[in-house]
């Protein structure tokens, strides 16, 4: 009986704990922003194919360090582009590339002097 007893005590604990974690507001809250002025960033939107998406990560993934996170992206007939973020600071990236991943393009969109 004392086992179970000090079990649930553990458990009680435990959740108190898990319930006094602290959270720091959204993880986009400290991202660099899209340049003022400059081409539409899309987050949270994704139409792109998926040889889209992984043409233009790989392609972002072997210019720059940090990481890269998709975040968004949109199609057309044309082209596909895909929104990404790049290191700790969330830099924008848009890639412009074919429905089948061919032909990547990658455009910086923040502001070259934001540092």
Known sequence: MKNIAKTMVGIGLLAGLSACMETTGSPTASQMPAAPGGPPFIEGSFSASQAAVDSCRNLLASQTTGGVRVVGSESSEANHAV???VGEN?????????GDGRNPSVMFLGSEGFA
């Not at 969330?90 to 074919?98: E, S």
């Open 90 to 98: 969330g830099a924008p990236w848009r890639c412009l590339v074919g």
């Open 83 to 85: 929104y990404m973020r």
